[in-house]
Nanobody
Framework: QVQLVESGGGLVQPGGSLRLSCAAS????????IGWFRQAPGKEREGVSC????????YYADSVKGRFTISRDNAKNTVYLQMNSLKPEDTAVYYC????????????????????WGQGTQVTVSS
């Protein structure tokens, strides 16, 4: 059974940084696309970033472009989301998700493109 576990969330001041990790277990990430999503209270889940299975293609939402960086270490079976210059509006529960690449070389940008989800990690940006 596919399992994803997020970690690295917490409380940070505006302008600070956090690095989220998404560790996969019971399967290898090599052939899977990974996406990061977030959901703030009272808001819909939104796509933040994604990376394709080969790490040759990435996507960032306009709201995080230039501040967030997604990367993957297949040897560690882990995907990372480095978040810099954090803003209060980045406050949300962050989820990673995965889907087998099949014949698609581009990572999905929307939630319904993913088959498996982690439990989420809270990120709070506040002074």
């Amino acid at each position: 059974q596919v399992q994803l576990v997020e970690s690295g969330g917490g409380l940070v001041q505006p302008g600070g940084s956090l690095r989220l990790s998404c560790a996969a277990s019971r399967f290898t990430l090599d052939y899977y696309h990974i996406g990061w999503f977030r959901q703030a209270p009272g808001k819909e889940r939104e796509g933040v970033s994604c990376i394709n299975s080969s790490a040759g293609s990435t996507y960032y939402a306009d709201s995080v472009k230039g501040r967030f960086t997604i990367s993957r270490d297949n040897a560690k079976n882990t995907v990372y989301l480095q978040m810099n210059s954090l803003k209060p509006e980045d406050t949300a529960v962050y989820y990673c998700a995965t889907v087998y690449r099949s014949g698609n070389s581009v990572c999905p940008r929307v939630a319904n493109g993913y088959a498996y989800w982690g439990q989420g990690t809270q990120v709070t940006v506040s002074s």
